[in-house]
Structures are given as structure tokens and as C-alpha cells.
Antibody, heavy 122, light 111 residues
Framework: QVQLQQSGPGLVKPSQTLSLTCAIS??????????WNWIRQSPSRGLEWLGA?????????DYAVSVKSRITISPDTSKNQFSLQLNSVTPEDTAVYYC????????????WGQGTVVTVSS | QSALTQPASVSGSPGQSITLSCTGT?????????VSWYQQHPGKAPKLMIF???NRPSGVSNRFSGSKSGNTASLTISGLQTEDEADYFC???????????FGGGTKLTVL
């Protein structure tokens, strides 16, 4: 059964970089069928898709326009995980961050990580 | 402000059926049959309940069903149970520059 395990700090200072990792078990980050996503949730913005990484003979990334200038999502095939980096954070980036899988054949997120509460504060 | 519109709250009694709505536009619900529904209990990650309008993942009760007409999708929960009390979010694939959009969520209270 597929599981996603998130890790990373819960407190980030303004202007610094938010970094989270999502470790995959039961599937592969290099799968030719799945898409690996980061989604966040806050009271002010609700659920917001941030971006994704996926492998289709080569690596691709898609990012939400709202964060495109600040975000990097990277696969790590040696550890079977993928990571999120969000630069130049502000208090508006305070949210619960989730990783999630879009499986083949559907347009939905069927597996979610446990969530990481990230607070941006000095 | 969320791209998809959901009522903030709905309530029902045990055993009743309720329907939650999700309204989008011609850029998402109106053009794709890729609406999904998620259940979220406090402090937990969302759980997929319905995908691609009306399909249930393995393990989800058949008390949950989905449909869509035009720009509006619906989630119906029959035989309400106390454990159904949760927030419910809809999501859709979109033609806009953000491929996945979400609703603001509906808080379901089972009285």
C-alpha cells in the first residue's frame, strides 16, 4: 500500500526558504504513470495546489502561477522521495503543507502525506 | 477566494440523505469530468471519496455518490452517520494556468 511520509521544519523565518520532503513507500517517484504534488491549506487561501513533478522518459515540473517565481519541486530517485522548496517566504505562506499522489487513470489525489504545519514568523 | 464555490455549512440527522454542491465555471467543471471530492476530519489529511465525478475508490462506502450537471457537481451522502461529520472539499482539473482548483469546503454537521 502506498504511503507518503513528510518531514521538515515547522517554523521558518520571513525571507528564508521553506524546505519539505515527502518520502514514498509502495510506489516510485520515477513512475511513468503517477504525478507527485505539493498542496497547501490555510484559513485564508483554502486548499491550493502548488506544483508537481513527474517522469515521462524525462523529468517534468508544473507550478502554480501564484508561486512560480519562488518554488522548486525536485525528485530524489536515490531516496525515492521528492521535495518542496519555497523561497522568500512571508507570513502569507503560513499553512499546512501536504504532498499527494495523482495516480494513473484518474484526475484526483488518492494518497496524501500526513501534513506539515509550517509557520512563517521571526 | 476559492475557484470552486461550496456552501459553508450543511447539517443533517442520522439516517438522512444530504447533498453537497460545488459550482465551477466553463474552465473547469463545465469542460471536464474530472471532479473529485475529499473528506477531511479535524487535524487530518484529506481523504479521497469520489473521483472523476462518480467513481468511488476501493474502501469508500457506497453511501457516498457523486454526479455532475453542467458547471455544478454534487456529492450525496445517504444514511448519514455521526462519523460523516467532517469538512468536504471538491476539486476539478482546470484549463486555467493552475491545473487543479479546489472549493472552499463545506462543513457537514450531523445533529
Amino acid at each position: 500500500q502506498v504511503q507518503l511520509q513528510q518531514s521538515g521544519p515547522g517554523l521558518v523565518k520571513p525571507s528564508q526558504t521553506l524546505s519539505l520532503t515527502c518520502a514514498i513507500s509502495g510506489d516510485s517517484v520515477s513512475s511513468n504513470n503517477a504525478i507527485w504534488n505539493w498542496i497547501r491549506q490555510s484559513p485564508s487561501r483554502g486548499l491550493e495546489w502548488l506544483g508537481a513533478t513527474y517522469y515521462r522518459s524525462k523529468w517534468y515540473n508544473d507550478y502554480a502561477v501564484s508561486v512560480k517565481s519562488r518554488i522548486t519541486i525536485s525528485p530524489d530517485t536515490s531516496k525515492n522521495q521528492f521535495s518542496l522548496q519555497l523561497n522568500s517566504v512571508t507570513p502569507e505562506d503560513t499553512a499546512v503543507y501536504y504532498c499527494g499522489r495523482k495516480p494513473p487513470g484518474t484526475f484526483a489525489f488518492d494518497i496524501w502525506g500526513q501534513g506539515t504545519v509550517v509557520t512563517v514568523s521571526s | 477566494q476559492s475557484a470552486l464555490t461550496q456552501p459553508a455549512s450543511v447539517s443533517g440527522s442520522p439516517g438522512q440523505s444530504i447533498t453537497l454542491s460545488c459550482t465551477g465555471t466553463s474552465s473547469d467543471l463545465g469542460v471536464y469530468n474530472y471532479v473529485s471530492w475529499y473528506q477531511q476530519h479535524p487535524g487530518k489529511a484529506p481523504k479521497l471519496m469520489i473521483f472523476d465525478v462518480s467513481n468511488r475508490p476501493s474502501g469508500v462506502s457506497n453511501r457516498f455518490s457523486g454526479s455532475k450537471s453542467g458547471n455544478t457537481a454534487s456529492l450525496t451522502i445517504s444514511g448519514l452517520q455521526t462519523e460523516d461529520e467532517a469538512d468536504y472539499f471538491c476539486s476539478s482539473y482546470s484549463t486555467t494556468n493552475t491545473p487543479w482548483v479546489f472549493g472552499g469546503g463545506t462543513k457537514l454537521t450531523v445533529l
